[in-house]
């Protein structure tokens, strides 16, 4: 039996696997280091980082979320601090007035559950300013369970790779969730997703992409669509 013919077009689950490896291998030199990204962080700590991340470009918060911490090191301290005090710090990162009230609001919450997070995912999303994308990190990052921290950046990097989605909220395009999901169904859960993120903020950009460098490109439904049009004009 001869092999693959090199141009041949990979399976779904072979696409995926390919996107893994080389991924995983790309983030050991030249991924990003977080302060969040540390082992053995508190679940305060996890959490608080993921909150501020939403709608926020990383290198910004990972300039001030040290400081914070430092200044409200755990839910009592949030929950407790004068709302104006909180605004304060966050303003540097914009929204701080709906981030400070939700912030705080989430950490009266943990009180009420004596910091326990609850496994089952319906009672997880329920709590104040979790939601999918939060749910999905607290069961990735505190729960070591495969779970994709689906945002405008890593839908990109699966949708220039497998082909674009159908509906317009990512949260509920069941292409996009299924993919997600099966991407990061890998040993190294948390380093694929950080993988994903990282390539997305330094190579697989929204604007101008780096896909004549890309590592991934002779696979990429993009960078094909877009040599084949290139060719055309």
């Known amino acids: 039996m001869t092999g693959r013919n090199s141009k041949e077009e990979l399976s779904k689950d072979e696409k995926v696997?390919?996107?893994?490896?080389?991924?995983?291998?790309?983030?050991?030199t030249d991924g990003r280091r977080f302060y969040w990204r540390r082992k053995n962080l508190s679940q305060?700590?996890?959490?608080?980082?993921?909150?501020l991340l939403q709608r926020t470009k990383a290198e910004t918060i990972a300039k001030f979320y040290p400081d914070f911490i430092a200044e409200f090191p755990n839910w009592l301290?949030?929950?407790?601090?004068?709302l104006n005090a909180i605004e304060v710090f966050l303003?540097?990162?914009?929204?701080?007035?709906?981030?400070?009230?939700?912030?705080?609001?989430?950490?009266?919450?943990?009180?009420?559950?004596?910091g326990r997070l609850p496994r089952d995912r319906q009672d997880l999303e329920s709590i104040p300013f979790m939601g999918q994308y939060i749910a999905n990190a607290v069961e990735l990052v505190i729960f070591n369970q495969p779970s994709p921290l689906v945002d405008v950046n890593m839908a990109r990097v699966i949708e220039r790779f497998?082909?674009?989605?159908?509906?317009?909220?990512?949260?509920?395009?069941?292409?996009?969730?299924?993919?997600?999901?099966?991407?990061?169904?890998?040993?190294?859960?948390?380093?694929?997703?950080?993988a994903i993120l990282d390539f997305a903020a330094l190579i697989c950009q929204a604007r101008k992409p780096k896909c004549e460098t890309c590592i991934i490109n002779n696979k990429c439904v993009f960078y094909k669509t877009a040599s084949i049009a290139s060719k055309l004009f």
Not at 44 to 51: G, H, L, S
Not at 168 to 183: F, G, H, M, S, T
């Open 162 to 194: 497998f082909g674009p989605r159908k509906m317009a909220d990512i949260r509920y395009d069941p292409y996009l969730q299924e993919l997600a999901y099966k991407i990061v169904n890998h040993s190294n859960a948390k380093y694929v997703n950080w």
């Open 77 to 82: 301290s949030l929950a407790n601090a004068d």
């Open 91 to 114: 303003k540097p990162v914009g929204l701080y007035t709906q981030r400070a009230l939700r912030l705080q609001n989430l950490a009266k919450e943990m009180i009420q559950r004596k």
């Open 17 to 28: 696997e390919f996107l893994q490896q080389h991924l995983l291998s790309w983030y050991k």
């Open 44 to 51: 305060y700590q996890y959490i608080i980082a993921e909150v």
